[in-house]
């Protein structure tokens, strides 16, 4: 399975951003995939997560009325889209990839494969 996330820049606080991550190397039907991201000095943190064969989509309340988790089968590839983006939202977005379809979306550990990373910075 590889990951390739794309789309981060820099962005005015209340700007958008949309990132994209294309997953190839398998049927991802029954999987979890995620947005994790990372700020400098902190833990990697989820973001959002969706049910590749379902419209189920979670999200951290930090984001929550503000990004967008979607997917596109045909293209095997998931996005998140950003609004309303403010200075915190700055980090490093990781796209992730949990094989068990497990209900613990928000733990890191769940997921078995990881994008590179894709950095947004947003100034104020």
């Known amino acids: 399975v590889q990951l390739q996330a794309s789309g981060g820049g820099l962005v005015q606080a209340g700007g958008s951003l949309r990132l994209s991550c294309i997953a190839s190397?398998?049927?991802?039907?029954?999987?979890?995939m995620g947005w994790f991201r990372q700020a400098p000095g902190k833990e990697r943190e989820f973001v959002a997560a969706?049910?590749?064969?379902?419209?189920?989509?979670y999200y951290a309340d930090s984001v929550k009325g503000r990004f967008t988790i979607s997917r596109d089968n045909a293209k095997n590839t998931m996005y998140l889209q950003m609004n309303s983006l403010k200075p915190e939202d700055t980090a490093v977005y990781y796209c992730a990839a949990d094989g068990s379809g497990s209900y613990r979306y928000t733990v890191r550990d769940r997921y078995d494969y990881w994008g590179q990373g894709t950095q947004v910075t947003v100034s104020s």
């Open positions: 969706i049910r590749w064969g379902s419209t189920s989509t």
């Open positions: 190397g398998r049927t991802f039907t029954n999987f979890v």
